[in-house]
């Protein structure tokens, strides 16, 4: 390891995250009893500029009536960008209103490091100034040109940072990209055209102790079309991935979730690696392949994650 030690952001279970959008008050009880590990009640572009004010005073109610965290989900607030006259307001109304309700503020369309410091800042007034002793998270997505060209500093940012999030449509209209879909595959290009973005974003986030968290897959009547996608980003080391639709919640926490046969696999690896080192040996060989401490570790990433799940679900 590196002389630079990496602090690891506050881990949350993270497979499955419903969006809601504020206007929808009717949507919160079904999305606060649904499976998603994670909720974000949206004050940006789900919202009509003419209900951004309603939405606000919607999320605000909801986060005070309904007690999201009952089944160990973290719920978040997603705020305007920092270009528009709404973000200050969502920021402040939300926190001193009802700040002790939400874990984390997702931060749309962060271009630089100086937004985060900007969110920052603000945020730790706010809880200075209400007395709110638990910190507020800070989440980010990257779904600018400006951002992605920036994700390494932006990743760097904070220490309230805890994940980043990968807006493939924002990012796709950034770039002008050839498509007119949220998410999925163009056939003209040659593999997945988002790759290097995400696998970019990924490496941002782990060399600073972030989790990464893939984004929307818009058409929710093509399970097997979000399968793929979430697959491709499970294989890079996302950790989980948005369902703007229910239909898309239970699809993202099986995907994300390691089976039972690689729990039990890494669980067998730990323990050869055991006993190769009580006879002194660094590696040792399992099923006829050579394993050592980057197994280990390997194994370990997926042991600690499927026992995040079982404390979630006892
Ligand atoms: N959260 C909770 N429940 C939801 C939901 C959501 N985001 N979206 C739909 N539902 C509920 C519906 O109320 C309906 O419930 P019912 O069976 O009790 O009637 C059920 O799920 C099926 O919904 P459906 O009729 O298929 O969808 P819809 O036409 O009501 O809404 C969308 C479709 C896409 C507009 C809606 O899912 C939505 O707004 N998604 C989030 C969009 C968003 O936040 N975008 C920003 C991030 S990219
Ligand atoms: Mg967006």
Not at 74 to 84: A, E, F, H, P, Q
Not at 272 to 289: F, I, S, W, Y
Request: charged share 25%.
């Amino acid at each position: 390891m590196s002389h630079h030690q990496i602090t690891e952001a506050r881990r949350r279970l993270h497979r499955s995250e419903l969006a809601v959008p504020g206007s929808r008050p009717e949507l919160f009880e079904k999305a606060a009893a649904s499976q998603a590990d994670y909720v974000f009640l949206d004050l940006e572009d789900a919202v009509a500029p003419d209900e951004k004010a309603a939405a606000r005073a919607n999320v605000i109610e909801a986060l005070g009536d309904i007690d999201w965290r009952e089944s160990n989900k973290t719920i978040s607030v997603r705020i305007n960008g920092l270009d528009t006259h709404y973000m200050y307001r969502d920021l402040i109304d939300v926190v001193e209103r009802a700040g002790a309700h939400v874990d984390t503020i997702l931060v749309p369309k962060v271009g630089a490091p100086g937004d985060i410091y900007t969110v920052d800042a603000l945020l730790t007034q706010l809880e200075q100034a209400m007395g709110l002793s638990d910190r507020i998270g800070v989440e980010a997505l990257v779904e600018t040109a400006l951002g992605m060209a920036n994700v390494e500093a932006v990743a760097a940012s904070s220490p309230r940072l805890e994940a980043l999030h990968f807006g493939v449509a924002d990012y796709a209209a950034s770039c002008r990209a050839r498509t007119i879909t949220i998410g999925g595959l163009n056939p003209d290009y040659p593999g997945d055209q988002w790759h290097s973005a995400l696998s970019r974003m990924l490496v941002a986030c782990r060399a600073n102790g972030l989790r990464a968290i893939d984004g929307p897959f818009g058409d929710f009547g093509d399970p097997d079309g979000f399968i793929a996608g979430a697959r491709r980003a499970a294989a890079l080391g996302y950790e989980g991935k948005w369902a703007i639709h229910p239909a898309q919640i239970e699809l993202a926490n099986e995907v994300f979730t390691p089976p039972e046969s690689e729990v039990d696999q890494a669980r067998r690896v730990l323990e050869a690696l055991e006993e190769a080192a009580a006879a002194g040996r660094g590696a040792a060989q399992l099923d006829g392949r050579m394993i050592d401490a980057a197994s280990a570790r390997m194994a370990l990433n997926v042991v600690e994650t499927a026992e995040a799940i079982a404390n979630r679900e006892s």
